[in-house]
């Protein structure tokens, strides 16, 4: 059985070798490429770039919500036109002072 499906090359031998010889240079450029892609120095490089790129977005993040949260506790702690409310300042203040003397006491213990 012969395969009758494929039509005969009627291309000259002239354009058959140039077609060969850009197909070549193709491939030629395609095996280089892969070369670079492969190469440990660009394998490592785009890991690093990789790497700042999420710790970049991390941070940024990070950034976004402490400042919303530092906005929040400035608008429990000052009114409107920038004044300290008191009533909500004094209460905070002794909470920072009665965890600073337990850890004071804390590591005072510890070291005798």
Do not use: C, F, W
Request: charged fraction near 30%.
């Amino acid at each position: 059985m012969s395969d009758t499906s494929r039509t005969p090359d009627t291309r000259t031998p002239a354009q058959i070798e140039a077609d060969i010889k850009r197909r070549r240079e193709t491939l030629a450029e395609t095996l280089d490429e892969i070369g670079v892609r492969v190469h440990p120095k660009t394998i490592v490089g785009d890991a690093k770039a990789k790497v700042v790129a999420n710790v970049d977005h991390t941070l940024g993040r990070a950034y976004v919500g402490v400042h919303r949260v530092v906005g929040d506790v400035k608008g429990r702690l000052v009114t409107e036109e920038g004044a300290p409310r008191l009533e909500r300042i004094v209460p905070v203040a002794l909470v920072v002072v009665g965890v600073v003397g337990l850890l004071a006491v804390g590591s005072r213990r510890r070291k005798r």
